[in-house]
Nanobody
Framework: VQLQASGGGLVQAGGSLRLSCQVSGSIFTANAMAWYRQAPGNQRELVAT???????NYAGSVKGRFTISRDNAKNTAHLQMNSLKPEDTAVYYCYADLKRSMISRTNPYWGQGTLVTVSS
């Protein structure tokens, strides 16, 4: 089971990007999913979370600009990023709490990261 993140790239300030996170492999269910980011020299920080039921939470720095969503049937999550700022530049990582079978415990999984660069 893996998480595959995609959608990063170079964009000008004020532009938009949409990140995608795909769970590959067989799982029983995906519980919470999230996006984190890590800028050079900084610690990894939480950007947004979404529960299986669709409840969301955002870091204050992205609230109103970013939207997290998910498709439970496809085991995917997305991060729509609008009004991007140079300080949003970072490697973005997707995260998911996955249950591989009905009797297994829920375990954390991380994607490989996708680079978002916002130029001024």
């Amino acid at each position: 089971v893996q998480l595959q993140a995609s959608g990063g790239g170079l964009v000008q300030a004020g532009g938009s990007l949409r990140l995608s996170c795909q769970v590959s492999g067989s799982i029983f269910t995906a519980n919470a999913m999230a996006w984190y980011r890590q800028a050079p020299g900084n610690q990894r920080e939480l950007v947004a979370t979404i529960t299986r039921g669709g409840s969301t939470n955002y870091a204050g720095s992205v609230k109103g600009r970013f939207t997290i969503s998910r498709d439970n049937a496809k085991n995917t999550a997305h991060l729509q990023m609008n009004s991007l700022k140079p300080e949003d530049t970072a490697v973005y990582y997707c995260y998911a709490d996955l249950k591989r079978s009905m009797i297994s415990r829920t375990n954390p999984y991380w994607g490989q990261g996708t680079l978002v660069t916002v130029s001024s």
